[in-house]
């Protein structure tokens, strides 16, 4: 295979990064596209177990369901816990755990039936009530679930996280065993769906309870997907095995994935190149801007279309981002074209608002690059502020080859344009995560995936200041309004009009500044079948295998 890296690694060093590595620099991806393989027979004479080399480009944070917010949580927590639904191997939706479902006429009552022969991993059967606990326990303001706000489509769910209600109000209800009943507060068509989210997934009561570090040791976490965690090195590779518990192992093929905490995206590939790794690219790792040049030259480079959108943050909060005027000047001076020919050169379509054009709610955007607006806009908020010279701002990402180069164009072109000189820092993904959610940064790098397909998704993110994922600290009555509204309201035309103005006023404040819509790049793997990589982003491993 030709090598798509400029420099090469020694064999010494490649070892010592299969066997060990001690930092995890991540890019965020949320969790989108299936990856179409053909479905061959995997009957083979051989008795070596059948294991899948892959990597992750940071260190899980954590394995809870309930917690999870990032892409490597979640990857990970796919193979070891299954919902109410999944997907096929064509990345349709299908039922898990759930045996069967129905929902009344108006989407305000969900009933599901759970299927008797699922069990954790260690033997216990799963029941209605373990989806009750952890949906009820992931609302519990104590539990401080960053995803909290997508329970709260529940009856009862959101007063009962904000301190208002009771967790015996809030309406999902285990009848027996296994039946499970949902009470919507309005009408959501989309809730099936929901269901088969990190979430909204059960969680084995007595391996959670009394034990607050029971997801971060694989000796502690009880699962009920189709691997077991085997091991898990911090901060070096996590390992996993077919559960013999699982419902559907006859459809798991895979013996053993073993994964490696690779934090230089370059070594990652090469390892690929080599072997050592069966899968090039997302969702495993990110290409760099020099390797996606010569894949695509070499006509090999796959770019999954997953509904998403990458920006610029801003801390509402902090000086001088707390003026309107100057985040509009800083995201009016971007030129998008240029990053995305220069740097990503994956042909994703530049990005004008922030909800992803596929979803139809406005697809000619709500700005355009001015150079000349931003200049002025720039003087009359440093105006507005009292400000003679521009402060001293650090612009932050996590480590990764294309978002330093984003920083680095970022930088010269705020120069040109603007004046300002400003400056760049960067940290593993771990310590990034964790600084831009509790509002320790001034500006930065920041991409969202969709968790279902509506705007919502996008939109209700924002919607409180002090609500989960809200990381740029936006808080707008008339936006909050806005969204709640369209909560209610069941004419399809005027939800969508709702939220269209809800948007539209999230892009006049600006506490973002969209740069592109998401393109996930990777270089196909022909030995590789049936990896799915979800509809909406991120890998699933149940149905995939190795072709001798």
Known sequence: MKKWLLGLFSTALLFSIVTGCS???????????????????????????????????????TMDPGIA?????????????????????????????????????????????????AKWSNGDPVTAHDFEYAIKRNLDPKTASGYAYQLFYIKGGEEFFNGTGKAEDV???ATDDYTLDFTLRSPTPWFRELTSFTTYYPLHKKSVDGNPKWAGEAASIVGNGPFLIDSWEHKAKLAFSKSPTYWDKANVKLDKIEI????????????????????????????????????????????????????????TQKPPFTNKKIRQAFSYSIDRKLLIDNILQTGVPAAYGWVPTSMGLNPDGYFKEDMEK????LAEGMAELGLKEFPKVTYYYDTGETDKKIAQALQDEWKKTLGITIDIRTSEWKVFNTDVQSGKYDFGIWLWGADFNDPINFLEMYKDKDGGNNVIRFDNKEYRDLLNKSYYETDPAKRKQLMF???????????LAPLHFRGNAYVKNDKVKDFVIFPLGGSYFKYAYIEK
Do not use: C
């Open 69 to 117: 917010t990032d892409a490597s949580s979640m990857d990970m927590i796919n193979l070891v816990f299954e919902g109410l639904t999944t997907v096929d191997r064509q990345g349709q939706m299908i039922n898990a755990v759930a045996d069967s479902f129905t929902n009344s006429p108006d989407f305000t009552q969900f009933h599901f039936t759970i299927r008797k022969d």
């Open 23 to 61: 930092t995890t620099p991540s890019e965020k991806a949320q969790p989108a596209t299936t990856t179409p393989q053909p479905t061959k027979s995997t009957d083979t004479p051989s008795t070596e177990p059948m294991v899948l080399h892959w990597s992750v480009t940071g260190e899980p944070p």
């Open 260 to 315: 490696a905490v690779i934090e230089d995206n370059n070594t990652a590939l090469s390892m690929f190149e080599n072997g050592d790794l069966d899968w090039g690219g997302y969702p495993s790792f990110g290409l760099s801007p020099d390797a996606i040049g010569q894949i695509k030259d070499e006509g090999k480079l796959v770019v999954a279309d997953n509904p998403g959108t990458k920006a610029v943050i801003f801390n």
């Open 171 to 173: 309406a999902v209800k």
């Open 501 to 511: 103005d809800a948007e539209k006023i999230l892009m006049e404040e600006m506490p």
């Open 374 to 377: 931003a200049k002025q806009l």
